[in-house]
């Protein structure tokens, strides 16, 4: 079967010195975020994706992704930059942990990313779920909607019940309308064929799709501007200070510690956290039609404002 043509992007192919070649391959790729309520299966479904076993998973939501990760591997030739994130609901996280664990996601998806995947099990598609595009838009902007998939995961549970993903959907008016706002895109793991390259070639094939539909492009916006100017600068002061170290080693530090995660974590200790309060009871007063209300409208509300004051505040030592 043909493997996926790798996208390169037009501005993938700028500003790439020689010292950088190495480099450029590992660009040519996706970057794909995982989002998903705790025991969807988003670790797996990485791990799937990576052809790897590098995410920590498990079948019961007993084990919690409470971090942000990145993981890069290659795929017939295409370089795939993975990161899974905490379970959206979960509130075991503080309101300083969210923030954190956000401003890092965003960091690791900088200058942004090819696709969201919002991964869900089925038969267990809950209220809090259908609220998840609403979330994804807050978070990162109104139009990453455009760049949004939905992942089913444990497919083959699906089969031995004689149900498709079109019975599934067809069958469920909230699915059917949540995958609506997606662009209609979806696509079916089966987990108990994990070294099976079709299902991930397939995917990809759908993301390469929508990032042309999308322009050939990845989804940026004003935040993953500054996100990444942050860590082009950490990048300089880490090679300039660590010679010895390559443009993508120096990249996946300053990916984790940049100046934009140290603002946005200060907000919470600072008057801004006052501000970033008042947004996160703006957030869950959606929660009278949805679940993003209660502790976690006010926990996302809180990281989506504390997220805006930092960069509001980056903004102004910029100018």
Do not use: W
């Not at 042309?212 to 950490?234: D, P, W």
């Not at 090679?239 to 990249?251: D, G, V």
């Amino acid at each position: 079967m043909d493997s996926v043509s790798v996208l390169i992007l037009p501005e993938q192919r700028e500003d790439v010195s020689q010292s950088e070649a190495g480099t450029a391959k590992a660009e040519a790729g996706f970057r794909i975020v995982l989002i998903g309520k705790t025991g969807a299966g988003k670790s797996a479904a990485g791990n799937i994706i990576l052809r790897e076993r590098i995410f920590r998973s498990a079948l019961s939501s007993s084990t919690v992704t409470l971090e942000c990760q990145k993981e890069t591997r290659e795929f017939e030739g295409q370089a795939l930059a993975v990161v899974d994130t905490p379970g959206l609901f979960d509130t075991e996280l503080a309101p300083r942990e969210v923030v954190s664990e956000l401003t890092r996601c965003i960091s690791f998806a900088a200058p942004g990313p090819h696709a969201f995947l919002v991964v869900i099990r089925p038969g267990r598609f809950t209220k809090e779920e259908q609220e998840t595009v609403k979330i994804i838009q807050k978070v990162f902007g109104e139009s990453a909607a455009q760049y949004t998939l939905v992942l089913f995961t444990h497919g083959d549970d699906l089969e031995e019940e004689g149900v498709t993903a079109e019975n599934l959907i067809s069958e469920n008016k909230a699915l059917r309308e949540f995958i609506n706002k997606c662009g209609d895109r979806y696509h079916v793991f089966n987990n108990r064929e994990k070294k099976d390259a079709t299902q991930v070639r397939e995917l990809l094939k759908k993301i390469n799709t929508m990032v042309q539909l999308n322009g050939s492009t990845y989804y940026t916006n004003e935040k993953f501007i500054e996100v990444e100017k942050a860590i082009q600068e950490k990048v300089e002061k880490i090679l300039r200070k660590h010679p010895h170290f390559t443009p993508r080693e120096a990249r996946i530090k300053a990916e984790r510690k940049n100046r934009f995660i140290k603002s946005a974590l200060a907000v919470i200790g600072s008057g801004g956290a006052a501000a970033a309060l008042g947004v996160g009871i703006e957030v869950a007063a959606i929660g009278a039609v949805g679940a993003v209300g209660g502790p976690v409208g006010l926990v996302v509300g809180l990281a989506v404002a504390s997220i805006a004051v930092a960069l509001r505040r980056e903004a102004c030592k910029i100018q």
